[in-house]
């Protein structure tokens, strides 16, 4: 396989054909992807999430369908369903549009519980049910959803059972001056998503997961993680703080972010920077918290400052 961390730049070229000033949001993804785990991006229309995923999809050469959420979808639009042939006098499955390797569930909470819920088995299992019948859905499988956080009118917030299955969540955000400018100069022209070159396919995306299995965590690395996440549960203003789910959540970025780092071992700096987007999604504050305007990413940067860091290195 190709050096790992080379890889990812390679791949992250490719998405800059497109994307244009947001490298870090980028390898961020790419890092819950190394992880086998699903993406949240939730932010303001016009900012490229969903161009994101596309061009992601076209680097890592993935066959990639697109789920536009609406307050009509019903879960059998999401997972498929049997469909009676008078023909043939017998049921065939009609597969839905999570049988993929990449789903673009765009606008997520648009949908009602109901239809979110039908994505909970996909995204935990890999498979789905449906009439009894359990099938294994295309490996490698990633979800990346996005939410618009602004607009609430006809949307359905996303239950935490759900937001819990979302390794990450993580914004695009607007570009600064420069990079607007280079980027309305790019798509001014001729179509750049076209120029985005497949880079990789599912077997590097396999190589990469199973890499990041073997990148060591070292007592004292893992006890400052469990450590802030533990220490989560008891901060005052938190009524549900992360769960062991979340905790090994934390470990497997921090591995992968190691690995796209060109290291064989986690260091507390892969902890510090995935915290908030692996932790604030999964924290639910109580009534006197959301009254003083406190927010979840807050009180993950006040938790990761309070906390001691170990300065040991790792296990040799």
Known sequence: MVNPSDLAARIADEVEKVIVGKR????????????????????????????????????????TRRLQCTPDLMPQD?????????????????????????????????????????????????????????????QPFFVLATENPVEQEGTFPLPEAELDRFLLRTAIGYPEAEAEESLVRLHLGADRLAAVEAVAGPADIQALQDAARGIEISAPILGYLVGLTRGLRQRPGVALGPSPRATLALARAAQARALIAGRDFVVPDDIQALAEPVLAHRLMLDASAELAGTTASEVVATALEQTAVPFEGPDR
Do not use: C, W
């Not at 993406?39 to 993935?62: C, F, I, N, Y």
């Not at 043939?88 to 597969?95: L, T």
């Not at 765009?106 to 009439?131: C, F, G, I, K, Y």
């Open 24 to 63: 870090p949001t980028i390898l961020l993804v790419l890092t819950a992807l190394a992880a086998d785990g699903h993406v949240l991006l939730e932010d303001v229309p016009g900012v490229g999430k969903t161009m994101l995923v596309r061009a992601l999809s076209r680097a890592l050469s993935l066959e």
């Open 78 to 138: 999401v997972t498929g369903l049997h469909v009676y042939s008078r023909r043939d006098e017998q049921f065939s499955f009609q597969a839905g549009p999570v049988f993929t390797n990449l789903l673009l569930a765009d606008e997520l909470n648009r949908a009602t519980p109901r239809t979110q819920s039908a994505l909970l088995e996909a995204m935990q299992e890999r498979q789905v049910t449906v009439d009894g019948e359990t099938m294994a859905l295309p």
